[in-house]
């Protein structure tokens, strides 16, 4: 990617914004917002290689887009791990004006050992095209589940499958293919 990285902070936000800022390397000046998942902070490995800005909520989540496009001159895309995503597609789903893209690392479909309590049902109203990221082994939903909540969502879908990976996605190379996924679906 090449871009410069450096720390982000806004406090004149509310809630305030606090995260990295990392070029998408696009010759637009695009931006990504991601947002980490429950038990981590915007230094998790995954986001800090791929590109973060995460936030607590979806309110948020908001504030950082906005902050973003005073800084980026291209689009603004957002996403998150875990339970960042998960606030992201809830976002995009009530404002769909407000990204033209996702990206979602590990969405948490249901709890572990519970898929009948699915987290989909605002996946009819996204309109935003979607690319998920998502382990093989991710306790918080198999390719099969992720696979059959996808054909809820009305607007293009992509699902990445990262072989042997769990909810963390911590495999060798998955940053930068992840990377490489989301360049090809945002052309």
């Not at 509310?14 to 637009?28: D, K, M, Q």
């Not at 050992?113 to 690319?131: D, K, M, V």
């Amino acid at each position: 990617m090449g871009a410069a990285i450096e720390r982000f902070v806004d406090d004149a936000a509310e809630p305030a914004v606090r995260g990295w800022l990392h070029g998408l390397g696009t010759p637009a000046g695009d931006a990504l917002v991601l947002s980490h998942g429950a038990g981590s902070n915007c230094d998790a490995r995954l986001l800090v290689e791929v590109a973060g800005d995460p936030v607590r909520d979806r309110e948020g989540l908001r504030r950082a887009v906005e902050a973003a496009r005073r800084f980026a001159p291209g689009r603004v895309f957002l996403g998150g791990h875990s339970y960042g995503g998960r606030q992201a597609t809830i976002l995009a789903s009530d404002d769909p004006a407000l990204t033209q893209r996702l990206l979602l690392l590990s969405y948490p479909l249901h709890p572990p050992r519970r898929p009948s309590e699915l987290r989909t049902g605002h996946f009819p109203r996204l309109r935003a095209p979607t690319l998920f990221v998502h382990g093989t082994k991710d306790p918080f939903g198999s390719i099969e589940e992720m696979r059959a909540a996808l054909a809820l969502i009305p607007a293009q879908v992509q699902l990445v499958s990262i072989e042997g990976a769990g909810h963390d996605l911590s495999r060798a190379g998955v940053a930068q293919r992840v990377l490489e996924a989301f360049q090809k679906f945002v052309r």
